[in-house]
């Protein structure tokens, strides 16, 4: 049991993080100790320190709407703090939609469905453009574009004031994810994904890998969702520099030769210190 703990310790850290957030935002609703209020696009904490969504207040600006105070601190905080600590750790730390598709992609190697579909049918940049075009629909209709059809925020929204389009938003996803796409939603479609793995090029934590100690045995790309930024993997002993990597952990967890382990980029000399 308690080796079993210890192979998925980022697993439960991950699912502890995601519900703690998501019942501080029910609680703060529910019975007004607002300790977390709002939502994932804005919110207050501890009723002082504004939080923002800085791809949410991108989509704001273009609108031409008013931006205030509140929102560029707001939006301050959240882009340096997964600045430091890698854009793309919202995906799997704290966005709710990350258990769906998780549970999605666990099924497909669990079914063999990976084995069947060899190639990817998509382009992961994807994302990016729907980036773009969200941010050029905000302008011309002055709406916040992706915000008025998120997933995430109707997944948010259907936990805490009752699930509604938010159950078939989720069905479509997990769906979607299960039978068409390998991490289609997350690693290809959606631009929030996208926006922090840009702003995950500069984090400080990093995965790092150890050729001497690694045995070729591939299970770190069976489970990464972005299995892509392990290129190294057999190779050389490098960090993973991709912003597109959500430091989720899980290829720490199954690497039986403790050749990933994560680390702290050294911006000085390029050397990485070790997290033990």
């Not at 959606?190 to 922090?196: D, I, T």
């Not at 069976?222 to 912003?243: I, R």
Request: some cysteine.
């Amino acid at each position: 049991m308690k080796n079993f703990i210890y192979k998925h310790r980022f697993l439960f850290l991950r699912r502890f993080t995601q519900i703690l957030i998501m019942a501080l935002y029910i609680i703060a609703n529910v019975y007004g100790i607002n300790v977390l209020m709002g939502n994932l696009s804005s919110s207050l904490l501890l009723g002082l320190i504004p939080l923002s969504d800085p791809y949410a207040a991108l989509q704001i600006f273009f609108a031409g709407a008013v931006i205030t105070f509140d929102l560029i601190v707001g939006a301050l905080i959240i882009l340096t703090f997964y600045a430091i600590v890698g854009g793309r750790v919202f995906c799997a730390w704290v966005c709710p939609v990350n258990m769906i598709t998780d549970l999605a992609n666990y099924l497909r190697r669990t079914l063999g469905f990976n084995q069947i579909q060899k190639r990817q049918p998509a382009s992961r940049n994807i994302r990016y453009w729907v980036i773009v075009l969200s941010l050029i629909i905000s302008f011309v209709l002055g709406i916040t574009a992706f915000e008025f059809i998120s997933p995430i925020s109707m997944m948010h929204r259907g936990i805490i004031f009752g699930l509604g389009l938010g159950w078939a938003a989720m069905l479509v996803i997990f769906l979607f994810d299960l039978f068409v796409l390998k991490n289609g939603w997350c690693g290809h479609i959606c631009p929030l994904g996208g926006f922090y793995s840009l702003v995950g090029k500069f984090s400080l934590i990093r995965v790092h890998h150890d050729s001497d100690k690694c045995t070729a045995c591939m299970k770190c790309k069976v489970v990464c969702p972005e299995e892509q930024v392990l290129h190294m993997v057999t190779k050389e002993s490098v960090p993973v520099l991709s912003g597109e990597c959500t430091n989720c952990g899980r290829c720490i967890e199954v690497c039986d030769d403790d050749a990933l382990i994560f680390s702290i980029r050294n911006k000085k000399n390029g050397e990485e210190n070790e997290i033990n």
